[in-house]
């Protein structure tokens, strides 16, 4: 696997190609974004900000990054990886262009660095992981090889992608916010988004610790996104063992149940020393046509 660092990307100003040169991406206009010593570039312009530090916080972070790097979602990551790689039509050949994918919510980057592990020695990937969080996409380079780094990170958001038009062949959403008509534009014809949302048993056994009730699932068929097919839906379910209270308070702390639940919830689960939780989730393939 050979890693082509990721260049379609977009002025976040005036939707211009921008160009790198000198550690700097510049479009026409002359607007310009340094990447940072760390490795990323913020394409985030105040204007698009709805708060001063959107996203993720730094400790929450942290957390993702320890609960992920122990691989507990790692039956997760190889089906997304799978099914990534499985849109490949034949063997890649020399010259042949690189398979592009935009990680939209990236988080820390584990899934783009799970899907280059994945990847045979043969395909050339060009990847970008894109987060409104700066503590993610900071996190995320971090971790990154800096001779051969996995992905090209970005501070922004779904809601304006900075990529050029039609120019991947994949986007990942991992519980997050999707904004199909972006999606849309940025894709290839025939090119994949990947979906992966909750499934109504998802992490059932913490949620009846932390919520008094459980509120009825709501139906996830929400019908086909403008501009997209529905190609293919897979469950992935297993049963995940937490042993200590770290670890149980690192998976609170990545889902949005931390804000949700109450005092008295978040409490009865700090005092838990182990937990036995179903994880379920739903991967949804949706090809631009």
Known sequence: MSMSPFQALACPLDGEPLQLADNVWRCAAGHSFDIAKQGYVNLLPVQQKRSHDPGDSKTMVAARQRFLNAGHYQPIADAISSAVLRHIEEPPTSGSSPLSCLDAGCGEGYYLRQLAQAAPISQSLALIGLDISKWAVLAA??????????????????????????????????????????????????????????????????????????KPERSNEAGVPEGFAHHSSENVRYTLALKGAEEIADLLAMTPHLYRASVEGRARAAALEELVTTVEVRVVQWLRV
């Open 141 to 214: 380079a971090k971790q990154d090889n800096k001779q051969t780094p996995t992905s090209r990170w970005v501070v922004s958001s779904n809601a304006h992608l900075p990529v050029e038009a039609g120019t991947l062949d994949s986007v990942l959403c991992m519980f997050g916010f999707p904004v199909y008509s972006e999606f849309s534009r940025v894709l290839k014809a025939g090119g994949v988004l990947l979906q992966v949302e909750a499934g109504p048993d998802h992490l059932r056994e913490l949620r009846e610790i932390i919520y008094p009730t459980l």
